[in-house]
C-alpha cells in the first residue's frame, strides 16, 4: 500500500510518540507499504521552528535525515496538477497545508495517514 504522512504523523512517527495509534504505527512501519512524506510537511515543521511553536531536540537537518530518509520514506514532489487540484477542492479545511496534502493523495491515489477527521469530507482514504 502507498501512503501519504500528514505532519502530526511523520512527527509522531519520528518521536515514538503513543499519540500515533496502533494502527497507523503498523502502517508506516510496515516494510511492504511505501510511505511518502510531502515537502508540505517538513516546511511546516520549519515554520512551526521559526515561529516558536514547535521546539525540535535536534537541528533540523538531522532531523530531517532521521525522519524521513533513515527510514526509507519518499519525498513527494509538489506537481501543477497538485496545485491546480488545490484551486478547485471545496473549502471543508482552510489549512493550506493539509488542503495541499489533500490535492497530493487525490492525485496519486494515496491513503493519508491521518488523525485529522476534517480531512473525510474530501473523500481521501484515511488510516489511523
Known amino acids: 500500500m ?10 509522531w512517527h519520528y518521536l515514538d510518540d503513543p499519540k500515533i495509534s496502533v494502527r497507523a ?3 508506516v512501519t510496515d516494510p511492504a507499504n511505501r510511505v511518502f512524506v510531502s515537502p508540505v510537511s517538513h516546511w511546516e515543521v520549519a ?11 535536534v537541528p533540523f537537518a538531522q532531523f530531517i535525515r532521521e525522519a524521513i530518509f533513515d ?14 487540484l488545490v484551486s478547485r477542492l471545496p473549502r471543508h479545511h482552510n489549512d493550506p497545508f493539509d488542503r495541499l496534502l489533500v ?3 487525490l492525485a496519486e491515489g494515496l491513503a493519508v495517514v491521518s488523525v485529522d477527521t476534517a480531512l473525510d469530507p474530501y473523500g481521501v482514504r484515511r488510516l489511523w
Open 103 to 105: 490535492a497530493q493523495a
Open 25 to 27: 504505527k503498523s502502517v
Open 71 to 84: 527510514n526509507g520514506f519518499v519525498i513527494l514532489p509538489i506537481e501543477p496538477r497538485h496545485t491546480e
Open 47 to 57: 515554520i512551526k521552528v521559526n515561529t516558536g511553536k514547535y521546539t525540535l531536540t
Open 2 to 11: 502507498d501512503v501519504l504522512l500528514d505532519t502530526h504523523s511523520l512527527l
